[in-house]
């Protein structure tokens, strides 16, 4: 027992020390939620109201940078677990894996402790836009703030499961960086992240529809509760269910570990 967990702390610290050493990743880390916050978050808050005789209302009774801060952790989470996996595509090229394949070590906890490295940055780094929180003028209590945390690290795990997926079908480093942003920004983008899913809560907004082919690839997209649930525990709005987020999550977590570890065994 002792054993298999020392074996997955080490691979674990493995992961967390070359991601530490990557200035790249961590000045993307803190410089995207300050572009989405400060740019898209205030250039776009005008436009988040109608005005209706006279009265100025928010299309959701949240200002456009309350409304965007939790999908800004999610978009840091995704692409810091998800770009985490590119060290299986260089640990393969460089013969390291060869290596840890023939140890006594099971491969699910080979799997398990470098998913849960790359889990373990991206947790960080979504915890690095709370540091704006703030400014957003979200109030971080401490029991939401638990919950939040939780969220964050369920989702870091799965979008990092989801990296190894991609990473144990593509063999090259320019492969893996198109293929990963293909899958990345369509699950973002679609995940009612930057608008919400129904913005009619007056008379005159009521008539504004939205295809119903875009509403059908949000409701499928399991990223739309996962920013539900963040929005849930940090604003108090939710589009569906409050319950439905953490399920799809654990969702996440079970279904591309199964599929990562079932790739990751057939490797030779």
């Known amino acids: 027992m002792l054993g298999a967990l020392g074996g997955i702390y080490a691979i674990w610290l493995r992961e967390v020390k070359r991601a530490i050493r990557d200035r790249g990743q961590l000045i993307g880390g803190l410089s995207r939620p300050l572009v989405w916050v400060l740019i898209l978050g205030i250039g776009l808050n005008p436009y988040f109201r109608a005005e209706i005789y006279g009265d100025v209302r928010f299309v959701v009774p949240y200002t456009y940078l309350q409304f965007l801060f939790p999908a800004v952790i999610v978009l840091n989470v995704m692409y810091t677990g998800v770009q985490s996996a590119v060290s299986m595509i260089w640990d393969r090229e460089f013969g ?18 470098k998913i849960l490295g790359g889990a373990t940055v991206a947790f960080a780094h979504g915890c690095l836009v709370l540091l704006v929180a703030e400014f957003t003028d979200v109030s971080l209590r401490t029991q939401d703030l638990f919950v939040g945390l939780l969220l964050i690290f369920g989702l870091a795990f799965g979008m990092t499961c989801v990296g190894a997926v991609i990473a144990n079908r593509i063999r090259s480093f320019e492969g893996f960086g198109v293929f990963s942003n293909v899958v990345i920004l369509p699950l973002y983008f679609t995940s009612s992240s930057i608008f919400p899913l129904n913005p009619a809560l007056s008379g005159a907004q009521t008539r504004v529809v939205y295809p119903e082919w875009l509403v059908a690839i949000i409701k499928a997209n399991p990223v739309t509760y996962a920013v539900d649930a963040l929005r849930g525990v940090f604003i108090g709005f939710n589009q569906f269910e ?24 057939r490797q030779s």
């Open 96 to 113: 390291f894996l060869r290596e840890v394949l023939t140890s006594p070590m099971p491969r699910s906890q080979i799997l398990f402790g």
């Open 242 to 265: 409050p319950g439905v987020g953490p399920v799809v999550i654990v969702a996440i977590v079970v279904v591309a570990f199964a599929i990562a570890l079932f790739d990751f065994s």
